[in-house]
């Protein structure tokens, strides 16, 4: 009798999940996602096309493995590539550079996911659960670590968090992409509002509640 190694048969199954995830990415970013059929996916990645239903209950299940998988990588990278600046005003710049670039990288997914989103209303709050929720918090973390951010409350971090991930959403993917604007000019703009934002942060809290009386003074 054959011993089956189910630690040997796991590592195989997160394989096989990973080379389709792969798969999918790839066709759905250059076929779009009602284009491409589960037996592309198979041959793409050189699996059955059975093990899609079997690992993710279909296409649409493969999809929103692909953005979890997708949301995790790039939490992963933000927390160990980018280094953390020494002071806030250059912690948000280089975060809201992060995210325009990384909006521009996967303008093909996007290009898919968006439109996807928009279709298929059950679908929106798992992608913001799975995209801008985790990395809104991956963000409030790194600012957490900086005085001028501990002062704040919560909802105020993750206010701040959720901005600069808009502000890369916008600027990275939006203006360049959707709307056909020069790249160079929309990052201009995004590094110019991440001024603004520590503009504010530098005031002091007497100043800063001055400026929220004013509405959007601290914009002017």
Known sequence: MIAVNPVGRKRNRAARER?????????????????????????????????????????????????????????????????????????????VKWEVDRMWQDRDFLRVIVPRAILDPALRPVVSRMGPALHAKAIAGRLRNHEECRALANRELETLANCIGVVGFMFGFMRPVVLGHERSRAKKMARTIARLLTRNLSLGPAEREAEQRDGFGALA
């Open 19 to 95: 080379a389709l995830i792969l798969a999918g990415s790839k066709l759905f970013a250059s076929r779009g996602y009602e284009a491409t059929t589960t037996r592309e996916i198979a041959n793409c990645a050189g699996c059955a096309e059975g093990l899609i239903h079997r690992y993710f209950h279909g296409k649409a299940g493969l999809l929103l493995a692909l953005i979890q998988f997708r949301t995790s990588e790039e939490v992963v990278d933000l927390s160990e590539k980018l280094e953390r600046a020494s002071n806030l005003e250059d912690e948000i710049l280089q975060l």
